[in-house]
């Protein structure tokens, strides 16, 4: 298996037409990168993303939205 520099699109492909030769193609479940979207969709897999790095992506912004002093801190929630 040829291992690659960056996760392009075009290397996303490449991979992903490789490791599933002979293979029936149903479902690959991924991070939220979005350079994994249009490769998965062009090569007809259901795509599914990650509980668990959505969560994380969740809570990420969750916590910049409020540490960008966008929620007022003497507001009680």
């Known amino acids: 298996m040829k291992i690659y520099s960056d996760e392009s699109k075009k ?3 490449e991979f ?6 002979n293979q029936e ?4 479940t991924t991070d939220l990168k979005i ?6 969709t062009d090569l007809k897999f259901k795509h599914q993303f990650c509980i668990f790095n ?6 990420r912004d ?3 939205y ?3 002093e966008k ?3 003497k507001r009680n929630i």
């Open 11 to 13: 290397n996303v492909k």
């Open 16 to 21: 992903l037409t490789k490791s599933t030769q």
């Open 54 to 59: 959505t969560k994380q992506k969740l809570n």
């Open 35 to 40: 350079d994994y979207r249009q490769p998965i």
């Open 62 to 64: 969750i916590h910049t």
């Open 71 to 73: 929620v007022d801190k």
């Open 25 to 28: 193609r149903i479902s690959i």
């Open 66 to 68: 409020i540490t960008q």
